[in-house]
């Protein structure tokens, strides 16, 4: 068995009341901390043999555009502070996960900040890091790399970060999440053994 993931349901679109054959669902919470801890919950009750998460991305720049889909090639924990110079993290810490399983989509990487940026100035500065901003990544990816699962992620983009951010995502998000689904279920994703 498979394992679909979401921050909540509405982001797996119609596979929540209807998953794909040899798939499971389930949701994780908003935040890469209670993503963390839902995921490693479930990887040991659940015992899947591959994760993906579904989800919805803001973007930083014109590299990507509302309804944009893409696969998380790597999910890296970050914030403005460091960037800003303000704060740093010890060497030793962890801070970038690899998807290791393949997806159908175009790959880029995915910045997971603590909370949603507001400012286009700290949009500007997050897209030397990554063209899209997410929030729940990091704790699935490293849930799964800590218990040897293979894992991806699916996101759409349904907002620009920025100050207009959670009205354009309140208005986009249901309409993305339809499409992210109809391109992973187009490309034969779900098919794959």
Do not use: K
Not at 85 to 91: E, F, I, L, Q, V
């Amino acid at each position: 068995m498979r394992l679909l993931l979401s921050a909540f349901a509405p982001e797996l679109g119609p596979l929540a009341d209807d998953p794909p054959p040899g798939w499971a669902v389930a949701t994780v919470g908003v935040g890469a901390v209670t993503a963390a801890a839902t995921t490693a919950r479930l990887l040991a009750e659940l015992r899947p043999e591959a994760v993906v998460f579904l989800g919805s991305c803001g973007h930083y720049d014109s590299r990507l555009q509302r309804f944009d889909c893409l696969w998380a090639a790597e999910a890296i924990a970050t914030s403005l502070e460091e960037l800003h110079g303000a704060a740093y993290r010890p060497g030793i810490e962890r801070v970038c996960w690899q998807a290791t399983l393949e997806g159908p989509l175009p790959t880029h990487p995915v910045a997971v900040p603590p909370a949603i940026t507001l400012t286009l100035e700290g949009g500007l500065l997050l897209a030397a890091v990554a063209p899209v901003e997410h929030l729940e990544l990091t704790g699935v990816y490293a849930a799964c790399h800590g218990a040897d699962v293979p894992c991806g992620g699916a996101l759409v983009v349904v907002n620009a970060v920025g100050p207009d951010a959670a009205s354009q995502w309140q208005a986009h998000h249901a309409e993305g999440s339809q499409r992210l689904v109809a391109a992973l279920r187009a490309s034969g994703f779900f098919s794959v053994p």
